[in-house]
């Protein structure tokens, strides 16, 4: 059974960096596309990032392209998500998430991620 627990999230400044990890306990989503997402109240949650299971694949939203990483560590049965260069617009509530229907394709949509975290929240101020 999957289930995944978001860590490192957190206060931190315009320009600053955090890195966020998202491990599953379960150790069953190895073999799956991950994805994070994000969301502030009043808006939908948004695709940010997502890697195939071998992470041969990623995809990013292009307001976070060129600044976010994701990497997985399939031994760990964790997914991570490098933010640099953090903006105040990144703030927001981020949730992991697994696609268990996809290995090698990305969705962006979360309607297609069966299996998400409890979230972390990511506060950059300016």
């Known amino acids: 059974q999957v289930q995944l627990v978001e860590s490192g999230g957190g206060l931190v400044q315009a320009g600053d960096s955090l890195r966020l990890s998202c491990a599953d306990s379960?150790?069953?989503?190895?073999?799956?596309?991950l994805g994070w997402f994000r969301q502030v109240p009043g808006k939908e949650r948004e695709f940010v990032a997502a890697?195939?299971?071998?992470?041969?694949?990623?995809n990013y939203a292009d307001s976070v392209n060129g600044r976010f990483t994701i990497v997985r560590d399939n031994a760990k049965s964790t997914v991570y998500l490098q933010m640099n260069s953090l903006k105040p617009e990144d703030t927001a509530v981020y949730y992991c998430?697994?696609?268990?229907?996809?290995?090698?394709?990305?969705?962006?949509?979360?309607?297609?991620?069966?299996?998400w975290g409890q979230g972390t929240q990511v506060t950059v101020s300016s």
């Open positions: 890697i195939s299971w071998r992470g041969g694949n990623t």
């Open positions: 379960g150790r069953t989503s190895s073999s799956y596309t």
């Open positions: 998430a697994v696609d268990s229907r996809r290995r090698i394709s990305i969705s962006i949509s979360s309607s297609n991620y069966d299996y």
